[in-house]
């Protein structure tokens, strides 16, 4: 079971680096549309894994994921000022791709269910709800 301080302290990395992300870091190589989508810390605090999903092509992403790691120790450095807890956790950035795959998912559904049937066979309602040539 997931305790309340895990989950706040994983809220509060998510916005710090996502933050810094936008704000501190001037890497070429990060692209502008970098963002934090979750946040996973271990049960004993020592560990935050970063996910993090990029917008474009996947060498965008590939790019941006190799920035991100080079600057690792300068946001480590900008979370231990912000956070108020004794020990703060190493971060690893990740390629979070689901949103990609949730996309293609979509895509995929409609692609196969295609556009919908309207069936108009009954006509229209009249303003009691009945059709007009139907039995009450």
Do not use: W
């Not at 998510?14 to 190589?29: C, M």
């Not at 795959?101 to 196969?112: F, G, W």
Request: charged share 30%; hydrophobic share 35%.
């Amino acid at each position: 079971m997931r305790s309340f301080r895990i989950d706040k302290l994983a809220s509060t990395i998510q916005d710090i680096v996502g933050e810094a992300i936008t704000r501190r870091l001037n890497d070429p190589r990060i692209s502008p549309l970098a963002s934090v989508t979750r946040v996973e810390v271990s049960g004993d605090l020592q560990v935050a894994k970063v996910f993090v999903s990029v917008l474009g092509s996947p060498v965008e992403g590939r790019r941006t994921l190799a920035g991100l790691r080079h600057a690792e120790g300068h946001v480590q450095r900008l979370l231990a000022r912000r956070l108020t807890i004794r020990r703060c956790p190493e971060i690893r950035f990740v390629l979070d791709e689901s949103l990609k795959k949730a996309a293609r998912t979509m895509r995929l559904i409609e692609e196969t269910l295609g556009p919908e049937p309207v069936d108009d066979s009954a006509g229209p309602a009249d303003e009691r709800g009945t059709y007009p040539g139907g039995s009450e």
